[in-house]
């Protein structure tokens, strides 16, 4: 790929970006005001005045008095600046709280994300290799299985057995609460705390890229450069590693990429049930307040991350697989 055909690929993915940023900007705020309830009325009945006089001053306060089309205005300009507004919740910047609890998503899906890439391709290669066999069987309905299975359902199962039945690993939280950890026991205390979430949340996706990667290995093997090396006389575990599995493996990365995107809106269900202190848990607890501010913001935040995501799956793709055309 020359410099000049990547810069422009480039370029048109930055501008599909940015349209689908602005477009889930304007979505999400007529979603959220669609939502029945008014954030004014539960303010003032969390503060016992309810009066017509005081949510007529909330109303005023946050720019709910004034007509869609310029909230609609007023939040995107702000949106363009990184100001997302004030959460009526806590009474602090939107900003403050994501910038706040957006580590511990990162880390959570970051974690939940590597895991299940490595697993589901190892998985996935073994059933490739040993097609037919007890080992695909095995890695077959395990896959299923996990696929199936809701994942809030899976956190509540290992928070009872590993949690309450044997006692090996913590239920909630991210951290030990009053533990006063420094250095290499804080780490390894949050690592304690994040293997059941990430678990958790990794299992479902492992179960499709082992499904993928199963799949696309077959029908690689199955191509005329497999047999030419076969018929070279090459061993079969070279032929797996460097033909199969090499070519197999880009249409488990660019799904990756896409699914990577997802682990986001997943978190919330994980944070929830875990008590993770994230993003997911943070616009649970905005949909219950009604703090559209706080809400919008993070959704805006998650489908940035999604769309940043896909685009840098796209341009390692695109490096990656000479067969991709980027020139059109």
Known sequence: ?????????????????????????????????????????????????????????????????????????????????????????????????????LPATILLTGTAFAFALAAGVALGAIAARRVGTVADSVVTVL?????????????????????????WLPALGMFTVGADLSGLAAVADVARHLLLPALTLGLFYMALYARLTRASMLEVASQDFV?????KGMREGPILRRHVLRNAILPVVGFAGVQAGQLVGGSILVETVFSWPGVGR??????????????????????????AINLVTDIVVALVDPRIEVEG
């Open 1 to 101: 790929m020359t410099p000049a055909a990547f810069a422009a690929f480039l370029a048109r993915r930055l501008m599909k970006a940015a349209g689908v940023v602005l477009g889930v900007v304007i979505v999400a705020f007529f979603v959220v005001r669609l939502a029945p309830g008014d954030p004014a009325s539960v303010i003032a009945g969390q503060s016992g005045a309810a009066d017509a006089q005081f949510m007529e001053q909330l109303r005023r306060q946050f720019g709910l008095d004034q007509p869609l089309p310029v909230q609609l205005w007023l939040y995107v300009k702000g949106v363009a600046t990184l100001d997302f507004g004030v959460s009526h919740r806590v009474q602090r910047t939107v900003a403050s709280l994501l910038v706040e609890r």
């Open 143 to 167: 896959a299923l299985t996990f696929y199936a299975t809701p994942i809030f359902w899976v956190g509540l199962i290992f928070i009872l057995v590993f949690a309450v039945w044997l006692g």
């Open 227 to 231: 047999r030419t090396a076969r018929a």
């Open 282 to 307: 943070l616009a649970f607890e905005a949909l219950l307040a009604r703090d559209y501010n706080l809400l919008l913001g993070v959704f805006i935040v998650t489908s940035a991350m999604a769309v």
